[in-house]
């Protein structure tokens, strides 16, 4: 059996170290706040078994030390999208008495990395993340900071991170069912890259799933892929209607609604009617689809409740609540305006 004296030969830098970990963890272990993976507890409680180890006051005291501060990544400042998530996430927070820090990794992945250890090193309570895409670099450094994480925007449950998603492609495939419904046939893609799943691939996924439903065969050539500007919209429209003819399409789908809205530009700068030559249609429902001529065509996403939603399963972790590792997926509406045209006759 130990003595006493003996129980004090080791300090909590030295358990830390022999079960591998950071001491803060080693501290919400002895403390009994803030999430640790059973695993790594278990690892401790066996070191400390081991050595006898008894934490000094200073030791029992770290669970003081709360930072109050949550780390939090978004992609780009200018964004509505962002702009609107981080409003939730805000005002969520303060009710706890939490405070956002806000880092923006202009899209760049390593950036997101680099924020992650920003947050690290400021020993924030938690982080939220707006992630551009699920890098192997960034899935390790969220596992290594040792705070609970809930990602948004992007399915991190597979990695066994908690996350907050829209329904992408369901929404995307009833919005090309209602340009269907509405006797399009030919219906053009604005899209963006692969790389981003939930934008790049789910949206994508959901216009060929509505094209197949009913039969109608995906024309490549009638697909573009470009960046989230309205430049890259305006582009979109150039390439996919290049003049008004049989064999253009009749309507747009654009991924976002700042390409749906730089593509309607184009083309009323290009003195092309939208909706009665080609219709266009948005996914995202950002403040002035509803007030730009023609009023856009688009599915609302709740933005705001998706921010609140990942902020208060982010804060039941730092409590210790039960949070299963899985995707929470935000409802959707469509909002149907003036810029699609009903092309079937009326009967």
């Known amino acids: 059996m130990k003595s006493d004296a ?26 009994q706040s803030g999430y640790v993976k059973a695993e790594v507890r278990a690892r401790i409680e066996q070191v400390i078994a081991e050595t006898g180890y008894v934490p000094s006051g200073v030791a029992t005291n770290l669970k003081k030390s709360s930072t109050q501060m949550v780390g939090v990544v978004i992609p780009r400042i200018n964004s509505f999208a962002s702009s ?18 806000l880092g923006s990794s202009t899209n760049i992945p390593e950036n997101e990395v680099r924020y992650i250890d920003i947050f690290k090193r400021q020993r924030v309570d938690g982080v939220l993340i707006l992630a551009t895409q699920l890098t192997e670099p960034l899935l390790e450094s969220m596992r290594e900071i040792s705070v609970p994480v809930v990602v948004i925007g992007q399915d991190a449950s597979a990695f066994g991170i908690p996350c907050v998603i829209q329904d992408e492609r ?22 963006v890259a692969d790389w981003d799943i939930q934008v790049g691939c789910e949206r994508k996924g959901g216009y060929l799933d509505a094209l197949a439903a009913v039969g109608i065969e995906a024309d490549p050539a009638w ?69 730009y001529n023609p009023k856009l065509t688009t599915v609302h996403f709740d933005y705001f409740g998706t921010g609140a939603v990942a902020a208060h399963m982010l804060v039941a972790q730092m409590r210790e609540e039960p949070i299963a590792p899985e995707a929470r997926i935000m409802p959707f509406e ?14």
Do not use: C, W
């Not at 919005?175 to 053009?188: A, C, E, K």
């Not at 469509?334 to 009967?347: C, G, H, T």
């Open 170 to 191: 369901q929404a995307t495939r009833q919005l090309t069912d209602h340009l269907i419904r509405s006797g399009h046939r030919r219906i053009g893609l604005i899209g």
């Open 84 to 101: 609107e998530i981080t409003a939730g996430i805000s005002t969520a927070l303060s009710e706890f008495g939490y405070i956002p820090i």
């Open 223 to 291: 697909t573009v892929t470009g960046g989230f500007d309205l430049k890259d919209g305006a582009a979109g429209a150039d390439r996919l209607v290049p003049y008004i003819h049989s064999g253009v399409p009749t309507a747009l789908l654009a991924v976002t609604d700042r390409l749906a809205i730089g593509a309607m530009s184009r083309l009323i700068e290009r003195r092309i009617d939208v909706p009665q030559e080609v219709s266009v249609a948005g996914v995202g429902d950002i403040d002035v689809a509803s007030v």
């Open 334 to 347: 469509l909002r149907i305006r003036d810029s699609v045209a009903n092309l079937k006759p009326r009967p």
């Open 6 to 31: 003996g129980r004090q030969t080791l300090n909590i830098r030295q358990v830390a170290a022999r079960a591998g970990v950071s001491t803060s963890t080693v501290s919400r272990v002895l403390n």
